[in-house]
């Protein structure tokens, strides 16, 4: 008996799913049994634009998958399957698949894959909890502003400090006569050393 070749749907499942695969930052494994059409369509919207939340066959999952060169995701592909393949932040997906999944306990995070290795439950989790991208590059740039203010004083400070005493010889020159020679120089050595000292 002669093997029957795999249905023309099938592959092209195959190969969109392995695209998939091969072009997200991360995926999320999902069972959503017990979920409305209405439910998966409000979830997709809060996952936004970066994730595509896709429901295939465990299967076809698997040869995309195998395809794709990912591997350790087949003890999470039984039951009722759908990824959210993540093209944006790992962090953001994360976030919004939990705040979902408070209001629809039907949702159930099974794990996923991210930088070449199999993620857990509990670590999609620990990256819920994580600060998104953005976040992170804001408390930066905070902490760079604040060391950057801190630099600039203390780069102004010796300009500063010798204005004042080159201000305070003018002053004692003015108040003692002309003074000699020596002394003003002697004075302006001392402002040096000072400024260098700070």
Known sequence: MAERAPAADK???????TAEFRDASAMVVTEYRG????QITQLRRSLGNDVNYTVAKNT???????EAGVEGLDELLVGPTAIAF????????AKALRDFQK???ALVVKGGYMEGRPLSADEITK???LDSREVLLAKLAGAMKGNLAKAAGL???PASQIAR?????????AAEGSGSTEEAVAAVESADAAAAES
């Open 11 to 17: 592959v092209a499942a195959v190969a969109e799913i």
């Open 35 to 38: 979920l409305t059409t209405k």
């Open 60 to 66: 076809l999952v698997k040869l995309a998958a195998a």
């Open 86 to 93: 993540v093209s944006g932040e790992p962090v953001d997906a």
């Open 103 to 105: 209001d629809n306990k």
């Open 127 to 129: 990256l819920a909890d």
């Open 155 to 157: 780069f102004n400070a």
């Open 165 to 173: 005493l080159a201000q305070a010889l003018q002053d004692k020159r």
